[in-house]
Protein backbone atom coordinates (compact mmCIF):
# COMPACT_ATOMS: atom_id res chain seq x y z
CA UNK A 1 0.00 0.00 0.00
CA UNK A 2 1.37 3.25 -1.06
CA UNK A 3 1.06 6.53 1.21
CA UNK A 4 0.56 9.25 -1.04
CA UNK A 5 2.82 11.86 1.06
CA UNK A 6 2.07 15.17 -0.20
CA UNK A 7 5.13 16.71 2.14
CA UNK A 8 7.49 15.02 -0.32
CA UNK A 9 5.49 15.96 -3.25
CA UNK A 10 5.21 19.70 -2.51
CA UNK A 11 9.35 19.83 -1.34
CA UNK A 12 10.11 18.59 -4.74
CA UNK A 13 7.78 21.69 -6.26
CA UNK A 14 8.95 24.17 -3.63
CA UNK A 15 12.99 23.18 -4.62
CA UNK A 16 12.31 23.84 -8.48
CA UNK A 17 10.35 27.00 -8.00
CA UNK A 18 13.16 28.19 -5.69
CA UNK A 19 15.56 27.38 -9.12
CA UNK A 20 13.34 29.06 -11.14
CA UNK A 21 13.16 32.08 -9.22
CA UNK A 22 16.98 32.09 -8.82
CA UNK A 23 17.45 31.48 -12.39
CA UNK A 24 15.01 34.56 -13.36
CA UNK A 25 15.71 37.21 -11.24
CA UNK A 26 18.60 38.64 -13.05
CA UNK A 27 15.42 39.34 -16.42
CA UNK A 28 12.93 40.20 -13.98
CA UNK A 29 14.98 42.68 -11.68
CA UNK A 30 13.04 42.02 -8.35
CA UNK A 31 11.73 38.79 -7.10
CA UNK A 32 7.71 37.56 -7.08
CA UNK A 33 5.32 39.15 -4.72
CA UNK A 34 2.34 37.97 -2.96
CA UNK A 35 -0.21 39.61 -1.00
CA UNK A 36 -1.66 37.66 1.68
CA UNK A 37 -5.19 38.91 2.41
CA UNK A 38 -6.47 37.53 6.48
CA UNK A 39 -9.75 39.70 7.45
CA UNK A 40 -10.49 38.53 11.16
CA UNK A 41 -8.99 36.20 13.62
CA UNK A 42 -10.22 32.83 12.70
CA UNK A 43 -8.01 30.21 14.12
CA UNK A 44 -7.79 27.84 11.17
CA UNK A 45 -7.07 30.41 8.72
CA UNK A 46 -4.45 32.44 10.71
CA UNK A 47 -2.36 28.57 10.75
CA UNK A 48 -2.97 28.58 7.14
CA UNK A 49 -1.50 31.84 6.26
CA UNK A 50 1.59 31.59 8.40
CA UNK A 51 2.14 27.80 6.67
CA UNK A 52 1.81 30.07 3.24
CA UNK A 53 4.13 32.80 4.25
CA UNK A 54 6.82 30.23 5.64
CA UNK A 55 6.76 28.58 1.85
CA UNK A 56 6.92 31.84 0.13
CA UNK A 57 10.31 32.51 2.22
CA UNK A 58 11.63 28.80 1.89
CA UNK A 59 11.59 29.52 -2.43
CA UNK A 60 12.60 33.27 -2.62
CA UNK A 61 8.67 35.21 -2.91
CA UNK A 62 7.91 38.20 -0.98
CA UNK A 63 4.64 37.69 0.97
CA UNK A 64 3.28 40.95 2.19
CA UNK A 65 0.78 40.24 4.93
CA UNK A 66 -2.46 42.17 4.97
CA UNK A 67 -3.82 41.45 8.68
CA UNK A 68 -7.52 43.37 8.98
CA UNK A 69 -10.07 43.88 11.84
CA UNK A 70 -13.30 41.48 11.49
CA UNK A 71 -15.07 44.91 11.46
CA UNK A 72 -13.68 45.74 7.95
CA UNK A 73 -15.99 46.78 5.46
CA UNK A 74 -16.49 46.07 2.04
CA UNK A 75 -15.58 49.56 0.84
CA UNK A 76 -12.61 49.25 2.60
CA UNK A 77 -11.57 45.73 1.25
CA UNK A 78 -12.31 46.89 -1.95
CA UNK A 79 -9.86 49.49 -1.60
CA UNK A 80 -7.25 47.32 -0.11
CA UNK A 81 -7.79 44.86 -3.36
CA UNK A 82 -7.44 47.84 -6.15
CA UNK A 83 -4.54 49.41 -4.75
CA UNK A 84 -2.90 45.47 -4.73
CA UNK A 85 -4.65 45.28 -8.30
CA UNK A 86 -1.92 48.33 -9.18
CA UNK A 87 0.99 47.46 -7.36
CA UNK A 88 3.67 46.34 -9.92
CA UNK A 89 5.61 44.90 -7.21
CA UNK A 90 2.76 41.73 -6.60
CA UNK A 91 1.85 39.04 -9.07
CA UNK A 92 -0.81 37.39 -6.57
CA UNK A 93 -3.51 37.88 -4.48
CA UNK A 94 -4.46 35.83 -2.06
CA UNK A 95 -8.14 36.36 -0.14
CA UNK A 96 -7.67 34.07 2.37
CA UNK A 97 -11.41 32.26 2.87
CA UNK A 98 -13.64 32.17 4.83
CA UNK A 99 -14.73 35.75 5.12
CA UNK A 100 -16.67 37.22 8.20
CA UNK A 101 -20.24 36.86 7.70
CA UNK A 102 -20.62 40.43 6.70
CA UNK A 103 -18.56 40.55 3.62
CA UNK A 104 -19.51 39.20 0.35
CA UNK A 105 -17.20 36.34 -0.63
CA UNK A 106 -17.54 35.95 -4.01
CA UNK A 107 -17.69 39.59 -4.79
CA UNK A 108 -14.33 40.38 -3.44
CA UNK A 109 -13.13 37.85 -5.04
CA UNK A 110 -14.74 39.07 -8.31
CA UNK A 111 -12.16 42.60 -7.39
CA UNK A 112 -9.08 40.82 -7.86
CA UNK A 113 -7.52 41.33 -10.76
CA UNK A 114 -7.53 37.82 -12.92
CA UNK A 115 -4.22 38.21 -13.79
CA UNK A 116 -2.84 38.16 -10.09
CA UNK A 117 -5.94 35.51 -9.31
CA UNK A 118 -3.12 33.15 -7.88
CA UNK A 119 -5.97 31.27 -6.13
CA UNK A 120 -7.81 29.99 -9.43
CA UNK A 121 -11.36 31.54 -8.03
CA UNK A 122 -12.05 34.51 -10.12
CA UNK A 123 -14.88 33.38 -12.91
CA UNK A 124 -12.61 34.45 -15.34
CA UNK A 125 -9.95 31.59 -14.02
CA UNK A 126 -12.83 28.84 -13.86
CA UNK A 127 -14.04 29.78 -16.94
CA UNK A 128 -10.91 29.20 -18.57
CA UNK A 129 -10.79 25.84 -17.11
CA UNK A 130 -14.19 24.98 -18.49
CA UNK A 131 -13.14 25.45 -21.89
CA UNK A 132 -9.63 24.15 -21.23
CA UNK A 133 -7.69 27.31 -21.86
CA UNK A 134 -4.53 27.91 -19.99
CA UNK A 135 -5.24 30.12 -17.02
CA UNK A 136 -4.70 29.81 -13.11
CA UNK A 137 -5.86 26.62 -11.43
CA UNK A 138 -7.81 26.28 -8.36
CA UNK A 139 -5.22 25.25 -5.60
CA UNK A 140 -6.57 22.22 -3.89
CA UNK A 141 -7.33 20.31 -7.27
CA UNK A 142 -4.45 21.42 -8.89
CA UNK A 143 -2.31 20.27 -6.00
CA UNK A 144 -4.55 16.53 -5.89
CA UNK A 145 -3.50 16.31 -10.22
CA UNK A 146 0.28 17.53 -9.08
CA UNK A 147 0.17 14.31 -6.22
CA UNK A 148 -0.95 12.06 -8.74
CA UNK A 149 1.41 12.47 -11.24
CA UNK A 150 4.49 12.54 -8.64
CA UNK A 151 3.53 9.00 -7.68
CA UNK A 152 2.72 7.88 -11.49
CA UNK A 153 -1.13 7.29 -10.52
CA UNK A 154 -2.56 7.30 -14.10
CA UNK A 155 -6.36 8.25 -14.65
CA UNK A 156 -7.32 8.31 -17.94
CA UNK A 157 -9.87 5.65 -18.47
CA UNK A 158 -10.59 5.13 -14.76
CA UNK A 159 -13.08 5.46 -13.31
CA UNK A 160 -13.33 8.35 -10.79
CA UNK A 161 -15.70 9.47 -7.82
CA UNK A 162 -15.52 12.68 -6.21
CA UNK A 163 -17.68 13.11 -2.96
CA UNK A 164 -18.47 16.86 -2.71
CA UNK A 165 -19.22 19.56 -5.45
CA UNK A 166 -17.98 22.73 -3.77
CA UNK A 167 -16.73 25.28 -6.21
CA UNK A 168 -13.25 25.08 -4.41
CA UNK A 169 -12.76 21.51 -4.53
CA UNK A 170 -15.69 19.25 -6.10
CA UNK A 171 -16.10 20.72 -9.19
CA UNK A 172 -13.07 22.44 -10.31
CA UNK A 173 -11.41 18.54 -10.27
CA UNK A 174 -14.24 17.41 -12.00
CA UNK A 175 -13.04 19.09 -15.07
CA UNK A 176 -9.16 18.24 -14.21
CA UNK A 177 -9.99 14.72 -14.44
CA UNK A 178 -12.16 15.09 -17.65
CA UNK A 179 -9.13 17.04 -19.15
CA UNK A 180 -6.68 13.79 -18.35
CA UNK A 181 -9.80 11.61 -20.22
CA UNK A 182 -11.10 10.01 -16.87
CA UNK A 183 -14.42 9.03 -16.44
CA UNK A 184 -15.82 11.14 -13.77
CA UNK A 185 -18.63 10.68 -11.13
CA UNK A 186 -19.47 13.64 -8.76
CA UNK A 187 -21.78 12.66 -5.78
CA UNK A 188 -23.12 15.03 -3.03
CA UNK A 189 -25.48 15.08 -0.71
CA UNK A 190 -28.59 14.38 -2.49
CA UNK A 191 -27.19 11.25 -4.57
CA UNK A 192 -28.69 8.17 -3.53
CA UNK A 193 -27.11 4.63 -2.47
CA UNK A 194 -23.54 6.74 -2.50
CA UNK A 195 -21.73 3.19 -1.40
CA UNK A 196 -22.83 1.80 -5.06
CA UNK A 197 -20.98 4.48 -6.83
CA UNK A 198 -17.78 4.46 -4.91
CA UNK A 199 -17.79 1.22 -4.68
CA UNK A 200 -17.22 0.65 -8.48
CA UNK A 201 -14.52 3.67 -8.52
CA UNK A 202 -10.68 3.25 -9.56
CA UNK A 203 -10.28 6.53 -7.88
CA UNK A 204 -11.90 7.91 -4.89
CA UNK A 205 -11.95 11.59 -4.07
CA UNK A 206 -13.35 12.64 -0.82
CA UNK A 207 -14.32 16.14 0.03
CA UNK A 208 -17.52 16.61 2.34
CA UNK A 209 -15.74 17.75 5.58
CA UNK A 210 -17.26 14.71 7.58
CA UNK A 211 -14.73 12.77 9.92
CA UNK A 212 -14.81 8.95 9.18
CA UNK A 213 -17.92 9.54 6.37
CA UNK A 214 -15.97 7.08 3.30
CA UNK A 215 -15.52 3.80 5.44
CA UNK A 216 -13.53 0.69 4.75
CA UNK A 217 -16.52 -0.88 2.99
CA UNK A 218 -17.35 1.23 0.78
CA UNK A 219 -13.80 1.29 -1.10
CA UNK A 220 -13.21 -1.42 -3.72
CA UNK A 221 -9.30 -3.52 -3.35
CA UNK A 222 -6.78 -1.47 -4.89
CA UNK A 223 -8.63 1.78 -5.47
CA UNK A 224 -6.65 4.51 -4.80
CA UNK A 225 -8.11 6.76 -2.21
CA UNK A 226 -7.60 10.90 -1.83
CA UNK A 227 -8.84 12.50 1.25
CA UNK A 228 -9.09 16.22 1.09
CA UNK A 229 -10.95 17.01 4.27
CA UNK A 230 -9.43 18.73 6.96
CA UNK A 231 -11.43 17.72 10.26
CA UNK A 232 -10.73 18.97 13.66
CA UNK A 233 -12.00 16.57 16.53
CA UNK A 234 -10.77 15.59 20.20
CA UNK A 235 -8.50 13.11 18.44
CA UNK A 236 -7.00 15.81 16.73
CA UNK A 237 -7.14 16.38 13.04
CA UNK A 238 -8.39 13.75 10.51
CA UNK A 239 -9.80 13.29 7.18
CA UNK A 240 -13.17 12.64 5.76
CA UNK A 241 -11.95 9.18 5.12
CA UNK A 242 -11.35 6.12 7.69
CA UNK A 243 -7.76 5.77 7.28
CA UNK A 244 -6.76 3.13 9.11
CA UNK A 245 -9.58 0.82 8.05
CA UNK A 246 -8.86 1.85 4.30
CA UNK A 247 -5.05 1.28 4.14
CA UNK A 248 -5.51 -2.54 4.47
CA UNK A 249 -7.15 -2.32 0.74
CA UNK A 250 -6.58 0.71 -0.69
CA UNK A 251 -3.47 0.79 -3.46
CA UNK A 252 -2.86 3.80 -2.53
CA UNK A 253 -4.07 6.24 0.26
CA UNK A 254 -3.72 10.04 1.28
CA UNK A 255 -2.68 10.92 5.29
CA UNK A 256 -4.59 13.58 6.93
CA UNK A 257 -2.32 16.02 7.71
CA UNK A 258 0.55 15.86 5.63
CA UNK A 259 -1.45 14.89 2.07
CA UNK A 260 -3.27 16.95 0.06
CA UNK A 261 -2.35 20.34 2.18
CA UNK A 262 0.66 20.69 1.44
CA UNK A 263 0.35 20.33 -1.99
CA UNK A 264 -2.42 23.63 -1.93
CA UNK A 265 0.28 25.70 -0.72
CA UNK A 266 3.00 24.33 -3.54
CA UNK A 267 0.05 25.16 -6.50
CA UNK A 268 -0.18 28.58 -4.94
CA UNK A 269 3.76 29.20 -5.08
CA UNK A 270 3.77 27.88 -8.41
CA UNK A 271 0.92 29.79 -9.45
CA UNK A 272 2.50 33.18 -8.21
CA UNK A 273 5.59 32.06 -9.79
CA UNK A 274 3.99 32.05 -13.14
CA UNK A 275 2.11 35.22 -12.37
CA UNK A 276 5.52 36.84 -12.20
CA UNK A 277 6.97 35.51 -15.03
CA UNK A 278 3.63 36.48 -17.22
CA UNK A 279 3.91 40.20 -15.81
CA UNK A 280 7.72 40.93 -16.87
CA UNK A 281 7.61 39.13 -20.19
CA UNK A 282 4.05 41.21 -21.12
CA UNK A 283 4.37 44.20 -19.24
CA UNK A 284 1.37 46.10 -18.50
Given at each position: ????D???????????????????????????????????????????????????????????????????S?????????????D??????????????????Q??L?????????????P??????????????S????????????????????D??????????????????????A????????T????????????????????????????K????????G??R???????????Q?????????????G?????T????????V???????????
Amino acid sequence: MLILDGKTAASSIRSRLKQEITNFLPVAGRPPGLAVILVGDDPASAVYVRNKEKSCLEVGIISQGQRLSGKTSMNELEGLISNLNSDEKIDGILLQLPLPQHLDSQQCLEWINPGKDVDGFHPQSVGKLTLGLPGFRSCTPAGIMALLRYYRLEVSGKDCVIIGRSNIVGKPLALMLLAENATVTVCHSRTSDLKAHVQRADFVFAAVGRPGFITADMVKPGAVVVDVGINRTEHGLVGDCDYQGIREKALAVTPVPGGVGPMTIAMLLENTVASWKNSVQSPG
